[in-house]
Nanobody, 116 residues
């Protein structure tokens, strides 16, 4: 069964940190480039950061130097370490394949709220 389960979100003050997890099943995780996406209220879903099967990364300029993506191919799990969080990082965060043709049904996402 194909499944993407995001977790680790929450409410955090500006400048705080969170670590998101993406547990996958039913996909060829270790050979896929994967990515984190986010969708803020009233906005389209956008790419946050991606990681190739071999660990090469690409990221949105808005998160440069603050977010770090990683993956554990043995556990079919991906992570997003988010530091120095800003109110504009508030969104629902999702994971999925980086390439559109390999994407599966989106999971529920995990809500990240940055507010004082």
């Amino acid at each position: 069964q194909v499944q993407l389960v995001e977790s680790g979100g929450g409410l955090v003050q500006p400048g705080g940190s969170l670590r998101l997890s993406c547990a996958t099943s039913g996909i060829a995780f270790r050979i896929y480039a994967m990515a984190w996406y986010r969708q803020a209220p009233g906005k389209q879903r956008e790419l946050v950061e991606g990681i190739s099967s071999g660990g090469l990364t690409n990221y949105a300029e808005s998160v440069k130097g603050r977010f770090t993506i990683s993956r554990d191919n043995a556990e079919n799990t991906m992570y997003l370490q988010m530091n120095s969080l800003k109110p504009e990082d508030t969104a629902v965060y999702y994971c999925n394949a980086a390439m559109e043709r390999f994407r599966v049904k989106w999971g529920q996402g995990t809500q990240v709220t940055v507010s004082s």
